[in-house]
């Protein structure tokens, strides 16, 4: 399996940005994906996910800012994010699991599981 990031960069605070994440290397219509981000000194963490069908999840931090989508045809799944603030600063991955039924308590608890991308930088200046 294979993900590749993009979309990431420097970015004012309250400004927008949109990620993307080509996925190759599995059955994309039969997968739950998960964005997660890692800010300097923090451990891994589950910024938003979406299922086969689908249903989106997201991260207190995250909710009514961030959206996640994908498309299957394209095989390409998306964050995107507004409002920026300084703490959403991190390197920004993308998840995808092994399972077809993957549950948000799943993303939420497990950071280490699936296959991941290379990250993308996310940089927001006050």
């Known amino acids: 399996v294979q993900l590749v990031e993009s979309g990431g960069g420097l970015v004012q605070a309250v400004g927008s940005l949109k990620l993307s994440c080509v996925v190759s290397g599995t059955t994309f219509g039969l997968r739950a994906f998960g964005w997660y981000r890692q800010a300097p000194g923090k451990q891994r963490e589950v910024v938003a996910a979406?299922?086969?069908?689908?249903?989106?999840n997201y991260a207190d931090s995250a909710k009514g800012r961030f959206t996640i989508s994908r498309d299957n045809v394209k095989t390409t799944v998306y964050l995107q994010m507004d409002s920026l603030k300084p703490e959403d600063t991190a390197v920004y991955y993308c998840?995808?699991?092994?399972?077809?039924?993957?549950?948000?308590?799943?993303?939420?608890?497990?950071?280490?599981?699936?296959?991941w991308g290379q990250g993308t930088q996310v940089t927001v200046s006050s």
């Open positions: 979406i299922s086969l069908g689908g249903n989106t």
């Open positions: 998840n995808v699991r092994s399972g077809a039924s993957i549950s948000w308590h799943e993303f939420l608890t497990d950071a280490d599981s699936g296959s």
